[in-house]
């Protein structure tokens, strides 16, 4: 089966930096890549994701690449705030039917101080 | 807004009990999932359903068994709760989409912790 790595584990910034995940998969067939975002006492929820066909895919501070020849894909944020600081987790899947199923990473909490 | 309710957030049971964790969404999605969250680990799927009296194992499924009796509930059930069964549980639901549900979102619930001594 799938299977996602994820990292850093932890990521420590200063408010204003850039803060960049990575993740690899090892199903060559995934085809969908999301990013959920999980604060405090919530449960995970959806920032952005990409699909195969695309390389880069950005919304307002928030960016992901994928490279499918390697394998990988990462999340960019950029000037964080102190309100991005969350546990991040990224995900692969193969989305060809309505029975398909997200593996996720271990997730990597980002920590930004103001 | 999609709203996905569970049961209880906080929940201690004694080795042994069988354990019922409820998971409900409101907005008429075929799709439901079964995670537990352990640090270090991510998020591991336990089982889940594409429609109503269907189920799929994931992942994890050993010492668990789920219940779809109704599209919008989703229940999860710990025969005989164990301490290795001490977690985050957190239920989600995805809509189906033109028989393609894969590329559509997942919306969590809150979660559950349960406390197994």
């Known amino acids: 089966g799938e299977n996602v790595e994820q990292h850093p584990s932890t990521l420590s910034v200063q408010e204003g930096d850039s803060a960049v995940i990575k993740c690899t998969y090892s199903d060559s067939a995934s085809n969908y890549f999301p990013w959920y975002k999980q604060e405090l006492g919530k449960g995970p929820q959806l920032i952005i994701d990409?699909?195969?066909?695309?390389g880069e895919k950005k919304d307002q501070r928030i960016a992901v690449t994928l490279n499918k020849t390697a394998k990988h894909f990462s999340l960019h944020i950029t000037e964080t705030q102190p309100e991005d600081s969350a546990v991040y987790f990224c995900a692969a899947s193969k989305g060809d039917s309505g029975y398909s199923t997200l593996t996720f990473g271990k997730g990597t909490m980002l920590l930004v101080s103001p | 807004d999609v709203k996905v309710t569970q049961s209880s957030r906080y929940l201690v049971k004694r080795t042994g009990e069988k354990v019922f964790l409820e998971c409900v969404q409101d907005m008429d999605h075929e799709n439901m999932f079964w995670y537990r969250q352990d640090p270090g680990l991510g998020l591991r799927l336990i089982y889940f359903s594409y429609d109503v009296k269907m189920k799929e194992k994931g992942d994890i499924p050993e010492g668990y068994s789920v219940s779809r009796e109704k599209k919008e509930r989703f229940s999860l059930i710990l025969e005989s709760a164990s301490t290795n069964q001490t977690s985050m549980y957190l239920c989600?639901?995805?809509?189906?989409?033109?028989?393609?549900?894969?590329?559509?979102?997942?919306?969590f619930g809150p979660g559950t912790r349960l406390t197994v001594l």
């Open positions: 989600a639901s995805r809509e189906l989409a033109g028989g393609i549900s894969s590329y559509n979102e997942q919306f």
């Open positions: 990409i699909r195969s066909n695309v």
